[in-house]
């Protein structure tokens, strides 16, 4: 990667809907240089997304829970929670917890359900600790270059 292809995925980073003629601009080369970069490109962009204000989609709780689990099960728990609606992001991670997940659910009553209910079912989970989000001061989803 040099640093046209930088100058082009910054740009994507900001508004993944930025015309090629503009990316070009910035980038400093023709369009059609542009569309062939980002289709070589495209094998380490894992989407093209957008980040929306969850509490317009009745999102109004977010909650970061960490839970230990039985040994050798982590990536078995983990790839369970990945499927849950409401469960947003997960991580296996190296420390006091084996899995951080970030929830977005509609209230406290959805979010009790999903860890009593939910969470509790998928087994191996020996601890879950519920952290409730009061407010959100950066949320990023681009890569600083």
Do not use: W
């Amino acid at each position: 990667m040099d640093e046209t292809d930088k100058k082009i995925l910054e740009v994507l980073q900001k508004n993944s809907r930025t015309p090629y003629r503009d990316i070009a601009r910035h980038a400093k080369i023709s369009d059609v240089a542009v569309h062939k970069r980002i289709k070589k490109l495209s094998k380490t962009i894992k989407a093209f997304t957008v980040l929306v204000d969850q509490r317009e989609y009745e999102k109004n709780i977010t909650a970061i829970v960490a839970m230990t689990c039985d040994a050798g099960r982590t990536q078995e728990i983990a790839r369970e929670l990945g499927k849950l609606e409401d469960v947003t992001e997960v991580y296996t991670t190296l420390g006091e917890h084996d899995i951080i997940a970030k929830i977005r659910t509609k209230d406290l009553d959805s979010l009790k359900n999903l860890v009593e209910r939910d969470m509790i079912r998928i087994g191996g989970i020996n601890e879950i600790r519920t952290s409730i989000v009061f407010d959100c001061i950066k949320e990023k989803v681009n890569l600083v270059m």
